[in-house]
């Protein structure tokens, strides 16, 4: 589950990195997304990204007793893992992986381990009526 208000700051951000992709981390209680952290694309470009974070913010989030989902977002492209993306998956094999496309406004969550990619299915928040088309 990933409430309204965390899914809007992943979009906001993705489209204020335009037109590059935007990165972050999803900071998980359980299956529900509590926060977006907004981290810097390391080496901008609108075909891949590199996660880049404060190591203050990093430590912080490292105390917190949350799981972890990379989040990036596709300028164009729909919400799944391009081929880079499974090509450069490193530290996030096998761990929640979250795509947000820009172009068609949707949110997507997969897990990409060795030679698979699965997908990971996102529930709606409990108020519809606030999730502004964000699927």
Do not use: K
């Amino acid at each position: 589950m990933i409430p309204a208000p965390v899914r809007a700051a992943i979009a906001e951000h993705a489209r204020a990195e335009l037109p590059n992709e935007a990165c972050g981390l999803l900071l998980l209680d359980g299956d529900r997304a509590v926060e977006y952290v907004p981290g810097e694309n390391a080496s901008p470009s609108p075909y891949f990204f590199e996660l880049r974070l404060d190591p203050v913010a990093w430590a912080d989030i490292g105390d917190r007793d949350l799981e972890q989902a990379v989040v990036h977002s596709h300028v164009s492209a729909p919400p799944r893992p391009s081929r880079t993306d499974v090509e450069r998956i490193g530290l996030w094999r096998d761990r929640p992986y979250v795509i947000y496309s820009v172009r068609l406004d949707e949110l997507a969550a997969w897990r990409i381990g060795d030679g698979s990619v699965e997908r990971i299915p996102l529930m709606r928040d409990a108020h519809p009526a606030q999730d502004r088309g964000l699927r």
